[in-house]
């Protein structure tokens, strides 16, 4: 007959439940639980058997708490960015080997950094691996004197003392898509602008020292945008509606690429027909069969397991010197660019 998947009382069952189904002490649960030395392989098997038959799963937060140490990662992150989900499964990856759980807390339009944070805080992180954060720099500070602070995604210039800094080569990147651009023929290509997002600035001054390198400094067209669709689009339109149109865009990210192409779509321009777009990131948006995005993809899995390989360095083997870890980045060619229609004159 099999053992029913509940505890008596029917609340959720413990070791002592577990131990008295299986006739067994619940010091030697806890042994078969922890997987260390002390019982038999006969009974190890039964206790395991009826554990999972009655449902029952180890408290591993509790037993950390016990040890005085959490053992958890927090890690901050924005709930609308494609590219966030990428380094979230990179980050997983990366902590549960070491040892390590990771705990989320996430910024919307409506929650911003700090109550972020403070979750995170709250849930006795033992270090911070923050994904693109905006806070400035006295704020990064004063979390760094508190726990170990990795800032993933975001040059900090100057150095925040005791915040590592795990990033993308932004500027290479626009520079790959500029030259990507350039070999296909275009010469009128424009770059829609990221704001104040992380890299922005860095893919912007890439963009312009491209141009520069293959003579066309003439050409350089920077327009405010920002990361969203919202801001994509926005910028399509302001291209539509005043002249020269470029035969290229160079967009801050796939999220803003897809709002611009949005636009072009509906207003019947031909992608990559009459203007090619490139994105940035590499996304789970950029890969999308009817986006096919052309982009400058970010190693993902190695941006992430930098991050948690210094979060845990610094709680593993204390204090050491915050660094900064530059991943290389790389053009990815799908269907938005191609050759353009015409030559169009200098």
């Given at each position: 007959m099999p053992v029913p998947p509940a505890a008596p009382d029917g609340k959720r069952p413990t070791l002592a439940d577990v131990a008295a189904r299986a006739g067994v002490s619940t010091a030697l649960v806890s042994i078969v639980m922890r997987g260390t030395k002390g019982a038999s392989q006969a009974t190890r098997e039964r206790v395991l058997e009826t554990a999972r038959q009655m449902g029952y799963r180890p408290d591993t937060r509790a037993r950390l708490l016990r040890s005085h140490r959490s053992h958890l990662l927090g890690v901050?992150?924005?709930?609308?960015?494609?590219?966030?989900?990428?380094?979230?499964?990179?980050?997983?990856?990366?902590?549960?080997?070491?040892?390590y759980q990771v705990a989320l807390s996430a910024v919307t339009a409506a929650r911003g950094e700090r109550r972020a944070v403070e979750t995170l805080l709250a849930d006795r992180c033992e270090a911070l691996v923050l994904l693109g954060p905006q806070a400035p720099a006295a704020r990064l500070a004063e979390l760094a004197a508190q726990l170990p602070v990795v800032s993933l995604?975001?040059?900090?210039?100057?150095?925040?003392?005791?915040?590592?800094?795990?990033?993308?080569?932004?500027?290479?990147?626009?520079r790959q898509a500029v030259d990507h651009l350039v070999g296909l023929g275009h010469r009128g290509i424009a770059h829609v602008d990221g704001g104040r997002a992380p890299g922005?600035?860095?893919?912007?001054?890439?963009?312009?020292?491209?141009?520069?390198?293959?003579g066309l400094s003439g050409h350089v067209r920077v327009l405010p945008g920002g990361p969203t669709e919202e801001d994509g689009a926005a910028a399509a339109r302001?291209?539509?509606?005043?002249?020269?149109?470029?035969?290229?865009?160079?967009?801050?990210?796939?999220?803003?690429?897809?709002?611009?192409?949005?636009?072009?779509?509906?207003?019947?321009?031909?992608?990559?027909?009459?203007?090619?777009?490139?994105?940035?990131?590499?996304s789970r948006l950029a890969r999308l069969a009817h986006i096919d995005l052309t982009t400058v993809g970010q190693d993902a899995t190695r941006l992430a397991r930098l991050a948690v390989e210094r979060a845990v360095a610094r709680l593993e083997n204390g204090p050491v010197t915050a660094g900064e870890e530059v991943v290389a980045p790389r053009l990815v060619v799908r269907g938005t660019t191609a050759p353009p229609r015409a030559t169009p004159a200098d």
């Open positions: 901050q992150f924005a709930l609308q960015h494609p590219f966030h989900a990428d380094l979230l499964e990179g980050v997983y990856a990366a902590a549960e080997p070491a040892g995604a975001r040059r900090l210039r100057p150095a925040v003392p005791g915040v590592d800094v795990v990033r993308t080569a932004d500027d290479e990147g626009a922005a600035a860095d893919r912007r001054r890439g963009y312009r020292t491209a141009m520069n390198r293959h302001g291209l539509l509606a005043t002249g020269p149109r470029p035969t290229a865009v160079m967009a801050f990210n796939d999220r803003c690429a897809t709002g611009a192409l949005d636009v072009f779509l509906r207003a019947g321009v031909r992608v990559p027909g009459e203007i090619s777009v490139v994105g940035f990131d590499d």
